[in-house]
């Protein structure tokens, strides 16, 4: 522990608003795991459920099918149930409920990615920033008492590396995790799509 706060003072006052982006990193990492966990749903296993409890025109068995959906959970399933709700309307209706539910979806697949955007941008600044302060502390050292006391100086060069060397992990970790998950949203949507469009065939008797 006293290693880690010899690390962050010796890193310069930068580190501080660099501590607050990491713990704010994790704490959005963590959530989107959480989040995007719940929302993957076995879109197949779903949809082979519905087509055995769901028989096009019989209403109990559209209740029975909706509450398969409504216990599978995700974006999927609760799609999957507005459209059961309005299996009795015609092909346009289900197909627009479906998008607006789909619309109602994806932000919360999308919540949070524009901050780890941010945190991105913004981490390699601060350190950068740190940067700046430390060499300005070392030129002042060495404009104060020449290179006859070398500690100062390398101190202020040592303050820019540290400050640098974390802004840019931050935002090399922060870059995997946003790519990661803006993957696993993208793939999330597109399964809404597909098993929307399996499901209006089904329930409009396209296919059987």
Known sequence: MSAVLTFIKNGGVMMYPLIICSIALIAIVLERF??????????????????????????????EATAICMKAGGPVGRMFA???????????????AL??????????????????????????LLGLLGTIAGMITSFRAASQTGLSNPTQVLGGISEALISTATGISLAVLGFIFYNYFANVSKKLIEDMEYYGAELVNYLTGRID
């Open 99 to 124: 998008e607006q539910e789909a619309a109602n979806e994806q932000p919360a697949l999308e919540a949070n990615l524009p901050v780890l955007k941010t945190i991105i941008n913004i981490a390699p």
């Open 34 to 63: 959480i989040s995007l966990r719940k929302a993957s749903v076995d879109g197949d296993a779903l949809l082979e459920a519905v087509r055995s409890a769901y028989k096009p025109g019989v209403t109990a068995s559209s209740d």
């Open 82 to 96: 507005r459209g059961l709700k309005n299996a009795s309307r015609s092909a346009d209706a289900i197909e627009m």
